[in-house]
């Protein structure tokens, strides 16, 4: 129960949904770019970053001087189906 808890905790934030939702349409983003694409600071985007890490949600690759992130595949799926229940469930209470 632990591990669902902290799932929803950490996709229960606005910058961290924005991150997600990003990564779900680019294969692979700096943190600059992210950052910069979502108007949040570096050090925050970072911050973010390393959470989604800490809960094995993303992967980080090495290009030289820049780190890249990508949602893991695993991720992706899980994120989608949770999305789309979520989606379901706010227009079943609409009705």
Do not use: C, H
Request: aromatic content about 10%; cysteine-free.
């Amino acid at each position: 129960m632990t591990r669902i808890y902290r799932l929803f905790k950490v996709l229960g934030s606005q910058k961290r949904l924005g991150i997600v939702k990003l990564l779900l349409r680019k294969e692979k983003l700096s943190v600059g770019a992210i950052g910069k694409k979502l108007r949040f600071p570096y050090k925050s985007t970072s911050k973010q970053l390393l959470i989604f890490e800490s809960i094995g949600f993303v992967k980080r690759t090495q290009d030289r001087w820049r780190g890249f992130y990508s949602l893991k595949k695993s991720a992706r799926e899980n994120i989608k189906k949770i999305i789309t229940i979520a989606k379901t469930q706010y227009r079943q209470a609409e009705d």
